[in-house]
Each structure stands twice: as structure tokens, then as C-alpha cells.
């Protein structure tokens, strides 16, 4: 294992990266991969903290315009939702940052690619089906899912502390716990106190977008032109014209934040099967997909209880306690769902087609 390459989906946040100076506590060699899928970071920041933990190199990939041309627009097309009311922001991101971070893997020539996901989550099974999909043969190490890391780092205080302990500066702290993902798309929030789905959010937690309590009074109505069943022109009512699916979705997303579009704060099924809560911010997405005026009247979700003792466990789905949830099984159920796409991968290999 000493010195073998590695090649890290790495945002910069708590948990890449506590991983990688895990990493490179194991022996080895650790190429940082950061996407930019539109999220406000500061990647020029984060590529300097992963060089000062020990990356040997970082790269960091322009897939705004690829994400909204091959993911977002086709979403709307087929008018993607899930449980009726989540636009998949998180999920949709997934398949270009898989591809691209492939790409880095094999022009670096490392054996596998770590990722930070949840043992209890879906990411880690959108990631490595696209990994498998991508390079059928390419080897995963997925530490939430190994007992000699998560019994180690049992929550997000161990994270924190070991982070101290690393000299590692981060943006989560013990007063403010919950996680974020950000894109182009949306934003999403989890963990923490956001796991008893019966508490509010607190208001500054969400970044992306105007309170609805303080959104302008006066609705913005647009016009949405659409062709094929994708956005291909936007107008505002004060006659400005917006072409091109990239600049199209970033004057959509402006429209949306302003009048506090696109807050959801739901308890959902993962695919693995249990059940959490989200609260996810997608702006620019909710009105393409809705087609409606930008008007500040909705409803929006404080929490939810139940009597029933059974509908909701907190424990299984929490980021901070195992549970009786054993991550480490998640191993199994991603393999065999790997099966039939590692066979289209290797046909579309064979082909010498792109994915």
C-alpha cells in the first residue's frame, strides 16, 4: 500500500478533509480533485489547505456549463422530481463530477478514488456507480464505510477535534454542526440538530436565498421559452433577454434568490433505505421547472413529529452515532448494483463511446 496513488474527491470542507491527512496517515500518495459545479467556495483556498495537509497536487475543473447543458436541462425535460417534490439537486451533479474525477485518476495513474460520503447516505452509492460505470475495474475507498474509521471518528465532534489536533482550519463548528453541498443548482443542509426533523432551521442557516418574510412585495412575472422541452431563452418583465443554457440558469438563479425561491425542508427515503431529513435551497431550478411567477407566497415546513415510534429513527439516519445501522453493509448493496453497470461501461468502452 505504501505510495500507492490516490486520486480524492476533495471540497475543502471537514470531512476531505480529515480524511485526507487520514490518508496520507495510511502511506498514500494523494491527488486532491475539486469540481466546480457552481458552489461559492474559494477554491483557490482550499487548494492551499489541501497542499499545506499533504496533497501532491490539486486539481480543480471548470463542469458549470456541462452540468446545467447535460444534467440540469435534461432534468427539466423529463421533469425529474423525487417524492414529488425534490428537484434532485444534490444527485444531479454527481454523474459529471464522477466522470471528471475519473479522468484526473487516470491521467495521475492512481489505483483508486477515496470519497468522503456518508456510510448511511446516497451519495456514496451515485458516486461509485458512476465510478464503476466509468472504469468498471477502479478501486473505492469509501472510509465511512470502515470500521477502523468510523469507530475512530464516531460523529462530527471527532472530526473537529482531530482537525484541531491536525492544524486542519475549518468552516463547521460544534455550535453550528449541520453539512452543506452546494452547486449551481442548490444547496443542501443535513446533520446536526437538523436530525431531529421536528426542529426549525434556524434562519441563518440558509445562504442562497431571501428570507420569504423579507422578499420584495410586488411579484417579478418572466416569460420561460422553451424548446424540445429545454429553457432556451428567459425575459424578464422589464424586457431583459437572457440566452444560453449557463447564463440562462445563473439570471434564473438571481431571480429565484431575490424573491426566496425554492425552500424545502422534507423527510425523504434514501435509496438505501432509511429515512432522513433535508432542507435543500434550489432557486433557479424550482421556477424553470414550475414555470410560475416569483411571488413570496408559500408555505414552508417548521418540522414534523409523530406518534408513531417506528416511522422516524433518529439513531439510523444520524451523521453523529452508528446506530443499528452498520455502514461497512452498504459495501455489499453498492456492489450489486454495480453489476449492471460495469457491463454498460465496459460495452460503452469497447465502443470507444463516451459516458
Not at 422589464?238 to 424573491?259: I, K, M, V, W, Y
Request: glycine share 8%; with cysteine; charged share 25%.
Amino acid at each position: 500500500m505504501a505510495n500507492e496513488k490516490v486520486c480524492l474527491a476533495y471540497s475543502g470542507g471537514l470531512d476531505t478533509s480529515c480524511i485526507l491527512a487520514w490518508l496520507i496517515e495510511k502511506g498514500y500518495a494523494v491527488v486532491c480533485f475539486m469540481a466546480d459545479v457552481g458552489q461559492e467556495e474559494d477554491f483557490e483556498a482550499a487548494k492551499k489547505k489541501a497542499l499545506k495537509i499533504g496533497a501532491e497536487k490539486v486539481y480543480v475543473e471548470d463542469l458549470r456549463r456541462e452540468f446545467v447543458e447535460e444534467l440540469c436541462f435534461p432534468a427539466i425535460q423529463c421533469n425529474a422530481v423525487y417524492e414529488g417534490v425534490y428537484l434532485l439537486g444534490t444527485s444531479l451533479a454527481r454523474p459529471v463530477i464522477a466522470r471528471s474525477q475519473i479522468a484526473v485518476a487516470q491521467k495521475e495513474k492512481c489505483v483508486a478514488v477515496p470519497h468522503g460520503c456518508t456510510g448511511k447516505g446516497n451519495d456514496q452509492v451515485r458516486f461509485e456507480l458512476a465510478f464503476y460505470a466509468l472504469q468498471p475495474s477502479i478501486k473505492v475507498i469509501a472510509p465511512w464505510r470502515l470500521p477502523e474509521f468510523y469507530t475512530r471518528f464516531v460523529g462530527r465532534n471527532d472530526l473537529l477535534d482531530y482537525a484541531a489536533q491536525q492544524n486542519i482550519p475549518v468552516t463547521s463548528t460544534k455550535s453550528k454542526p449541520w453539512s452543506m453541498d452546494e452547486n449551481l443548482a442548490h444547496c443542501s443542509y443535513e446533520a446536526g440538530i437538523l436530525e431531529d426533523p421536528n426542529t426549525t432551521p434556524p434562519d441563518d442557516m440558509w445562504k442562497l436565498t431571501t428570507s420569504p418574510a423579507s422578499a420584495p412585495s410586488q411579484p417579478e412575472d418572466f416569460t420561460v421559452t422553451f424548446e424540445a422541452g429545454k429553457p432556451t431563452k428567459l425575459t424578464t418583465s422589464s424586457g431583459t433577454t437572457t440566452n444560453g443554457p449557463l447564463e440562462l440558469f445563473l439570471a434564473a438563479n438571481a431571480l429565484a434568490r431575490r424573491h426566496g425561491i425554492g425552500r424545502i425542508d422534507i423527510a425523504e427515503n434514501r435509496f438505501i433505505g432509511i429515512k432522513s431529513r433535508g432542507c435543500y435551497e434550489t432557486p433557479g431550478l424550482t421556477i424553470l421547472w414550475v414555470r410560475c411567477r416569483a411571488f413570496k407566497g408559500h408555505v414552508s415546513i417548521l418540522g414534523r413529529s409523530s406518534e408513531t415510534a417506528n416511522l422516524y429513527d433518529m439513531s439510523e439516519s444520524s451523521m453523529d452515532e452508528i446506530g443499528a445501522f452498520e455502514p461497512s453493509d452498504t459495501t455489499g448493496f453498492i456492489a450489486v448494483q454495480a453489476i449492471r453497470l460495469k457491463k454498460y461501461g465496459a460495452m460503452k468502452a469497447d465502443k470507444g463511446e463516451r459516458l
